[in-house]
């Protein structure tokens, strides 16, 4: 099973607050795990990104949290900005020398002022 | 200036014509791939690359096809035989195996 479902479809946040977007997976063989960012009218941009071995990593205000034995891994946003206002798509991929990702539906985040 | 070009931002396209969609990458990168992306949902694949001449089937594929005749270039050709072509088209790119796919400006095709 190759899918990876992504909730919440969308999600608005008061600036200042922790925004929380939750991805879970069927497939054990993926070994990576990143985040991305998208604004309107523009391609993707990695944001942070994990591997199994670790249960979370932090990147300034960006921290995965990954749940292994759930099968599940989500993205934290500290102190949420009206800049981070984007959509959000976590993915996964397997080994091999063109890594195939897999994204979830995707996350429109809001960020009020 | 390193990244991933796509060219036109806009196409417009009338119903039974072929259309190519160019991307041409000058980071040195090994692998590039043609995702879809439609409102609401997720990158979907189309066809992938590894090495100049090769390239595998994505998971929708049909209706696409694509050539990489340089290692810079990887053209998306969308058919008339594509059933619903109006999408937002994204091209990527990465080293071999590494991991992260730098992604390009995209292109909106539209068919009239």
């Known amino acids: 099973q190759q899918q990876v479902k992504q909730s919440p479809q969308s999600l608005i946040v008061q600036k200042g607050g922790i925004s929380i977007i939750n991805c879970a997976y069927e497939?054990?063989?993926?070994?990576?795990f990143p985040w991305y960012q998208q604004f309107p009218g523009k391609g993707p941009a990695l944001l942070i990104a994990?591997?199994?071995?670790?249960s979370e990593k932090k990147e300034g205000r960006f921290t995965i949290s990954f749940n292994k034995s759930a099968k599940q891994f989500s993205l934290h946003i500290m102190d949420s900005q009206p800049g981070d206002s984007a959509t959000y798509f976590c993915?996964?991929?397997?080994?091999?020398?063109?890594?195939?990702?897999?994204f979830g539906s995707g996350t429109q985040l809001t960020v009020l002022p | 200036d390193g990244g991933i070009t796509q060219s036109p931002k806009y196409l417009f396209r009338k119903e039974g014509q072929n259309v190519t969609l160019s991307c041409e990458q000058n980071?040195?990168?090994?692998?590039m791939y043609w995702y879809r992306q439609d409102p609401g949902q997720g990158l979907r694949l189309i066809y992938y690359?590894?090495?100049?001449?090769?390239?595998q089937k994505g998971d929708i594929a049909e209706g696409y096809s694509v050539s990489r005749e340089k290692k810079e270039s990887f053209p998306l050709t969308v058919t008339s035989a594509q059933k619903n072509p109006t999408a937002f088209y994204l091209c990527?790119?990465?080293?071999?195996?590494?991991?992260?796919?730098?992604f390009g400006p995209g292109t909106r095709l539209t068919v009239l």
């Open positions: 990527a790119s990465s080293w071999g195996g590494n991991n992260e796919q730098f």
């Open positions: 497939n054990t063989a993926f070994d990576y």
């Open positions: 980071l040195n990168h090994d692998a």
């Open positions: 690359s590894q090495i100049v001449n090769d390239f």
């Open positions: 994990i591997r199994p071995d670790v």
């Open positions: 993915a996964a991929s397997s080994g091999g020398s063109a890594r195939q990702l897999t």
